[in-house]
């Protein structure tokens, strides 16, 4: 990549296209670890640690991370790979940038699926501006303190676990933890029974989608492919309901939209990967990939 590697985790043979898994806000690659092994095994499968997570290469000093980001990742991957189209499949924050990417570029995507999230929050207009200024002061910081080199702070493998578990805000089963802590953090320098967590601390100010709901709107009609789109019952909508149930009434009338609740956190695809294969597998099959 221009600004340096993309590091990930490919299943099954590199002479077919695979399909590919995008991870959630502030995990990687390892978040489909449990559930690579029950997708269909004559379709492979490349999960890709998105910049400034996992063992991928951070952005360069002085820049933001950004959704759009994500996009640009999609068709750089895309050309690198000479991909005429791709098959996505996303969690979260990739779920939501596999829509957006989906109805920008309807003829480059030939299937979707989509894991908790659809659309992004959208910030009222009267905070926006209070909003902006806000991660613009504390990406100062953040860029700051990266400048300094000193390592983060440090806790044995336990505490760490539970940190993260409680992080998630224990959607991520204790048992599953380390599935993404494997990739996001390294011993310490100083002391070699304690880590640290090693994903770029930038991400944490990420800049998420804003575009008005008429957008969404808009390239929801634009989608071409079919598109699996997968609601957990235990997690929260992360944009208004009235405005998600309006794009997905949307997708709904399309004859190649799925729509299928689990019960389960924002996780389940790691915690119980098999509910989450027992709906995917058919659908691939339904729609097969060349």
Not at 29 to 39: E, H, I, R, S, V
Not at 58 to 74: M, R, V
Not at 269 to 280: D, F, Q, R, T
Request: aromatic share 12%; proline share 7%.
């Amino acid at each position: 990549m221009p600004w340096g590697h993309l590091a990930g985790k490919w299943y099954g043979s590199k002479n077919i296209k695979p399909l590919v898994g995008l991870h959630g806000w502030q995990d990687n690659a390892g978040t489909f670890d449990t559930l690579a092994p029950y997708l269909p095994p004559d379709l492979p499968f490349l999960a890709i640690d998105i910049p400034g997570h996992g063992l991928s290469s951070w952005l360069p000093e002085g820049t933001l991370y950004h959704s759009i980001d994500l996009l640009i990742l999609i068709r750089l991957v895309m050309e690198e790979c000479k991909w005429d189209k791709i098959s996505l499949l996303g969690h979260s924050l990739s779920s939501i940038n596999a829509f957006v990417f989906a109805g920008l570029f309807p003829d480059k995507v030939d299937l979707i699926i989509g894991l908790d999230s659809l659309t992004p929050f959208i910030t009222p207009s009267a905070k926006i501006i209070h909003e902006t200024v806000e991660r613009l002061e504390h990406s100062l910081k953040i860029a700051k303190h990266l400048r300094d080199k000193s390592e983060p702070p440090t806790y044995d493998w336990d505490q760490l676990v539970q940190r993260f578990h409680e992080g998630v805000r224990k959607s991520i089963n204790l048992d599953a933890c380390k599935f993404i802590l494997e990739r996001n953090t390294k011993p310490s320098q100083r002391d070699s029974n304690k880590y640290y967590f090693s994903r770029d601390n930038r991400i944490k100010n990420w800049i998420f989608h804003s575009f008005p709901q008429s957008i969404y709107v808009q390239l929801a009609e634009r989608i071409k492919c079919p598109f699996l789109f997968i609601k957990s019952s235990q997690n929260a909508y992360f944009s208004d309901k009235k405005l998600y149930e309006e794009v997905l009434d949307i997708l709904k009338q399309k004859p190649t939209f799925q729509y299928s609740e689990v019960d389960g956190t924002h996780h389940v695809h790691l915690n119980e990967p098999k509910k989450i294969a027992s709906i995917v597998n058919p659908f691939i099959s339904k729609w097969k990939l060349e």
